[in-house]
């Protein structure tokens, strides 16, 4: 109480006590050398310096569980999402020094930990903040969730947990739910503080990505999820035994459906702004995030020529999207749009494939003639490049890609190995019948001499490879352009003069909730097919490409927008 020096990290004044008798700082979490003796925790319990304690949580005596807070176990889902990114090679500090204190400042933000409690309120305390190295301390039972969080004192082994803000947890709580706050939970308003939902976890480890600037895309992240490479779906199998999940926690945890490219997104951008967080690092040429570094990936992927990217990084310098101050994210600043890095690049390509060849339905087919009659004459230097065979090709491999993709999500069965029960009485029954159900079709299996599912495949960035020793000629990489470009004042250009735009005015987005309306039966099927092929390797909807794409043309075409009499002459609708 007498300890009244300022934080050296933030300058404040608000003090905590470790099990060790060393002050923390509760707003930063810094702590010092200084200590002092605790004689009755009960004594302070109230005042601006609290004891934290290990705090011995009940044990259920009729199945052995342990009360735990949903945020617990959105704290334990957290935690393997970050270590399933780190085997897949993401930086070992995300979890520890970024995901861990992105979590945390949400704790205090939405006032469910770090956070001083009204007056009256009675508090059940969990752990929150104690070292390993408290040696004097007496044995406890270790918190069920830890994240290590390297402070400036040295490296130490942080357990997180937290104190309920329910003012009255009663005995019954844990009968229509296995966590204490179960059913409180639920009766939140959704848009209350930013509560908690298991596609928010995603945005947290999008967010930490982004952060960190790491080489995978959202659409990379959640192709990883829906494979099974990162816990999302039944992540609840890998909770521990003591903390019993039933009733409405399978509300809460269970999910049913695929996550959606833009739900992630949008609470990710919502999240950096209830985080107070500052200017992201900056986006330069170098990241693997900026358009140029990007469309080179997709290019290769969607195996076309590799002289489309100097023409790629062309629109992205005429148009300035390559700079660092649109590309890096402000949270909060809601004067510029927030780029959907993957996005941009696929419809950057897109913009380009229209300028050198139309995709009109028309003119394409006639430059890939042209090509094919070069080509037959062309003894010296690479082939030309002929869309025709190029669109075979991708098309065969697509639809067999997109048929399997199909007929395994059809194929998912929701239902995890580890049965569920909504409540004790029904524990017995829904095992027994779970124990039916496979011997059910372990016999059934036997019998129909069913294949055995095959093991999970690597994680790749590419989903679709190429190969240029190929002797069939599939791989279109080393093709030449030479046959549609034509050289002006020293610059190489296309041979159409022509260009039709994907709409003449933008729609407003926070009206009609997209910028611009997508029908199949509108537009010229070469353009269709170039989408769907990109919204394939993002695992998108063909229309938010689109979108991207009537942005980028009308910041390409905007001196010519702007001046109506060239409307007809310049471009075609």
Known sequence: RDFNERCAQCSEVNWGLTDGGRFYCRSCHNVTERTREVVNADFISNARIQT?????????????????????GFQLVLKKQAEALEALGVCPQMKDEILCKFWRRYLQKSKQAYCNRPAGETVKALSVCDSSTDVDSEPERPSLLHFSLSESEGDLQTDCSFASSTSRVSESTSVCSGSVDGSL???????????????????????????LREPMTLSDLLRFVVEGHIPYLNVFQHFPEKMKLC????????????????????KMLELAAF????????ITD??????????????????????????????VKKICIGEADFLTLVPGNKSTRNVKYDVLAAAVIVVVLKLLFLLDDHYEWLLSDFAEESNKNNKEGGPYFEFK?????????LDVEQKKLDEERAKYLWRCEKPLFYSAKKKSKVLKRRQMVVNLQNQFGKLSGSVQPAEKPKPSSFQLSWSEE????????????????????????????????????????????????????????????????????????????????????????????????????????
């Open 52 to 72: 934290i304690s290990k705090g011995l949580r009940k044990q259920e005596k009729t199945d052995g569980g342990c009360e735990w807070y949903v945020c617990e």
């Open 185 to 211: 939970y639920l009766m939140k308003n959704q848009r209350e503080k930013l509560r908690m939902t298991m596609p928010m976890t995603l945005s947290f480890c999008y967010m930490a990505l982004l952060w």
């Open 247 to 266: 009733g409405l926690d399978l509300k809460i945890f269970c999910v049913e459906s695929w996550p959606v490219y833009e739900e992630v997104y949008n």
């Open 275 to 282: 985080l107070d967080l500052p200017r992201f690092p900056d």
């Open 286 to 315: 170098s990241c693997f995030l900026h358009p140029d570094m990007l469309c080179m990936k997709y290019l290769m992927e969607a195996n076309l020529p590799d002289e489309l990217h100097n023409w790629t990084c062309r629109v």
């Open 389 to 397: 065979k190029w669109y075979k090709v991708i098309k065969c491999s």
């Open 470 to 573: 190929n002797t069939d000629g599939s791989c279109f990489h080393g093709h030449s352009l030479k046959g549609i470009l034509q050289e002006k004042c020293g610059l190489l250009t296309a041979m159409n003069p022509a260009y039709w735009l994907c709409t003449v005015k933008l729609c407003t987005e926070k009206l009609c909730g997209h910028l611009a309306h997508y029908r199949e039966v509108d537009f010229p099927q070469s353009y269709h097919f170039v989408l769907r092929l990109f919204s394939f390797i993002l695992r998108i909807q063909p229309s938010y490409i689109h979108d991207e794409v009537c942005v980028i043309e009308h910041k390409l075409f905007n001196k010519k927008l702007c001046k109506k009499s060239k409307y007809n002459t310049g471009l075609r609708k």
